[in-house]
């Protein structure tokens, strides 16, 4: 069974500090893994996904993930957090016949002026 | 074409009104999926299509009520509702199957119910 965990619901950072966002993913087997963005009441957006190519994954908006096997993690980060990236963020794993997909509880972002 | 269209945008219905919800995509997927979400929580899966045939569906209530009537088109419709259904609706699509295991899904923007 395919399941993810995002390890913190709420985030607060400074604008123009670094962004860490942590997920930890369960799988029998090699997964696709992928990070949404949801701005208020708007649908999700794809920010990136990992597919068993490069183990560093580059995103949009500035966005990165690093996919860890021995860790069994795939955390989301950036280099510099600007005001408009304040919105709830989900971790999401896909099963094998990719017709399924399992959603982290999210993770919230906050983005202090 | 990368959309998800949903309409209405907006939706508000008395509990003995019977209404639909409507998805469209042109990106030749041939997964289609129904969403409801609350708020400050991920999407929950209701149904899944899969080349036209219901291939998921998590038992909801039968006051939803699917139906795919081509590859490109997605209903939801809506009878005797609740207010505890107010929600999100939330559509989505994705290449389904063998070799296409690594494909996203991609959602549209999604209805906001309100139940009176």
């Known amino acids: 069974a395919q399941s993810v965990t995002q390890l913190d619901s709420h985030v607060s950072v400074s604008e123009g500090t670094p962004v860490l966002l942590r997920c930890n993913y369960s799988?029998?087997?090699?997964?696709?893994l992928f990070w949404y963005v949801q701005h208020p009441n708007k649908g999700l957006q794809l920010l990136l996904k990992?597919?068993?190519?490069?183990?560093l994954v580059k995103g949009i908006n500035g966005f990165e993930a690093e996919f860890k096997k021995s860790e069994t993690s795939f955390h989301l980060t950036k280099p510099s957090a600007h005001m408009s990236d304040a919105a709830e963020y989900f971790c999401?794993?896909?099963?094998?016949?990719?017709?399924?997909?399992?959603f982290g509880t999210g993770t919230s972002l906050t983005v202090i002026p | 074409d990368t959309e998800v269209t949903q309409t209405p945008k907006h939706l508000v219905m008395g509990m003995t009104n019977k209404k639909s919800l409507k998805c469209e995509q042109h990106?030749?997927?041939?997964?289609m999926y129904w969403y409801k979400q609350k708020a400050k929580k991920p999407p929950e899966l209701m149904f899944v299509?899969?080349?036209?045939?219901?291939?998921i569906n998590e038992s909801v209530p039968s006051r939803f009520s699917p139906e795919c009537p081509n590859s490109s088109l997605l209903n939801l419709h809506l009878h005797a509702l609740q207010p505890e259904d107010s929600a999100l609706y939330l559509c989505?699509?994705?290449?389904?199957?063998?070799?296409?295991?690594?494909?996203?899904?991609?959602f549209g923007q999604g209805t906001r119910l309100t139940v009176v």
């Open positions: 799988s029998s087997y090699s997964p696709s």
């Open positions: 989505a699509s994705s290449r389904p199957g063998t070799g296409y295991w690594d494909t996203e899904a991609f």
């Open positions: 990106m030749g997927h041939r997964a």
């Open positions: 999401v794993v896909s099963d094998w016949t990719g017709n399924q997909f399992y």
């Open positions: 990992y597919t068993s190519a490069a183990t």
């Open positions: 299509y899969s080349y036209e045939k219901l291939s």
